[in-house]
């Protein structure tokens, strides 16, 4: 007979990042995923991660009094999309605060001049693109279309009234869903490696109404789809359709893999603008999902920057240059530097398309690229993947000596590391702002600006 673990009572009192509570038991502080200050909780079992103790809700006790009831239907449902839709937004913002700059003093960085946070313009319908996924919610029962369902690892939960992406995406979802069920088509089962349907991807440009749909299968089924994009093109959209599109993928990873794309309305792109720049997005481009958030992110790192005409800006894990390319009509040059090479395509198309002339993008390892450039930069802009920024990376960094450095960081845990490992450097954190472009969940992008202290 299986031990049963044992269960105790615990009291929130704080937060953490990413969307935890913080609770002490037995003089030993315990992280509980979801919960918030003022809950009463019951918690079993746990384990650790990180060097701390994170355990799972197994009852709220206590429910605090300043909850309130979620706009979307499918949060009570048990989408695991959102997870504090029921706190209201100005609370949310205050957790978000406070949980980074819990990381800030745990990891005693002080001294700087602290910004707040800016809020997000849109609260709801925010996304310019989400990625559904096919399965079911109960093992065999039947076609689903949504995002994955809390406490389950394989369970999709239809979320066709889903309250973070408009109109369009829904109708769009349930539209794509009727015709799967109508044609018998089957969705494709990660451990038996069978089935045809997997993802359903939407994006939209936010400045220009543009609609992209991406129906990713795989190849284990020959499908007509003309009846579908007839059936999209006669919905009541309020943006306008203009790249319908097949992809096939046969990996075995769960992200979405183009091995063949097929064009089946429209061109295989859309367009967005961000400022007055505009930028061609592909299926596989990063483009940050909440455009109005992003104009505003943006914003930070050019008042960050400050009279920058004269100077060389350094762009480091550029994607397709969004960030380069917003700051280069206030620089000198700008060089921007990525692993994806089909990102760096795009920087340079999108570049050419904006009448750029003082950019230049590079493909390659950033701790590799950086050892070959003659020219110094005075500003360094870095946009790191969740990781943050790599030891080797890091290292080289600093050798260009420059004035300034711009962190942009989707991951202040990863942050706070660097942050340190800078100072061991001489760069002293100078401000620090952040921008939610993700309300009802706990993440949460943070701009910092350091500067190099004279010895």
Do not use: W
Request: aromatic letters at 10%; one cysteine or more; hydrophobic letters at 40%.
């Amino acid at each position: 007979m299986a031990k049963r673990r044992r269960e105790y009572e615990v009291l929130i009192e704080d937060v953490a990042f990413p969307g935890m509570g913080v609770a002490k038991h037995n003089d030993r502080e315990i992280y509980v995923k979801g919960a918030i200050p003022g809950q009463k909780v019951k918690v079993s079992g746990g384990r650790k991660k990180k060097g701390r103790l994170e355990c799972p809700i197994r009852e709220i006790i206590e429910e605090v009094d300043y909850k309130i009831e979620p706009l979307c239907s499918h949060f009570n449902d048990g989408c695991g999309g959102c997870s504090h839709q029921f706190i209201d937004y100005a609370t949310q913002l205050k957790f978000k605060e406070k949980a980074v700059l819990n990381l800030f003093n745990q990891k005693k960085i002080e001294s700087y001049e602290y910004l707040g946070i800016e809020k997000s313009e849109k609260q709801f319908e925010y996304r310019n693109k989400m990625e559904f996924t096919f399965g079911d919610l109960e093992k065999g029962g039947e076609l689903t279309l949504g995002m994955h369902a809390k406490g389950k690892s394989f369970g999709i939960l239809t979320v066709n009234k889903c309250q973070l992406v408009d109109n369009d995406f829904r109708l769009i979802l349930d539209a794509v869903l009727k015709f799967a069920k109508e044609n018998n088509l089957p969705h494709y089962r990660i451990m038996s490696r069978e089935g045809f349907l997997r993802n359903l991807v939407v994006r939209k440009g936010e400045n220009t109404n543009e609609l992209m749909i991406n129906l990713v299968t795989t190849t284990q089924m020959k499908v007509d789809f003309s009846e579908l994009v007839n059936t999209i093109k006669s919905l009541p959209l309020k943006n306008e359709l203009v790249s319908f599109l097949h992809t096939s993928n046969d990996s075995l990873s769960e992200a979405v893999i183009i091995d063949k794309l097929d064009i089946l309305y429209g061109r295989d792109y859309i367009y967005d603008k961000l400022f007055d720049l505009k930028f061609k997005i592909t299926p596989m481009s990063f483009f940050q999902t909440n455009t109005k958030g992003a104009e505003r992110l943006y914003s930070i790192v050019k008042d960050f920057m400050g009279d920058s005409e004269d100077k060389v800006v350094f762009d480091l894990y550029c994607g397709t240059g969004t960030i380069g390319q917003i700051v280069a009509p206030n620089a000198k040059k700008v060089i921007g530097i990525e692993l994806v090479e089909e990102a760096v395509e795009s920087a340079k198309i999108n570049s050419k398309l904006n009448n750029l002339n003082n950019t230049e993008f590079i493909a390659g390892d950033v701790g590799e690229v950086i050892k070959t450039l003659k020219v110094k930069p005075d500003i360094i802009i870095v946009d790191p993947p969740r990781a943050g920024v790599s030891p080797k990376a890091l290292d080289y960094l600093v050798k260009f000596n420059a004035k300034e450095i711009i962190y942009v960081s989707c991951n202040p845990v990863s942050l706070v590391d660097n942050l340190v490992q800078f100072k061991e450097y001489g760069y002293e954190v100078e401000k620090v702002k952040l921008m939610d472009m993700f309300p009802n969940t706990p993440h949460v992008e943070c701009v910092v600006l350091m500067s190099r202290v004279e010895k």
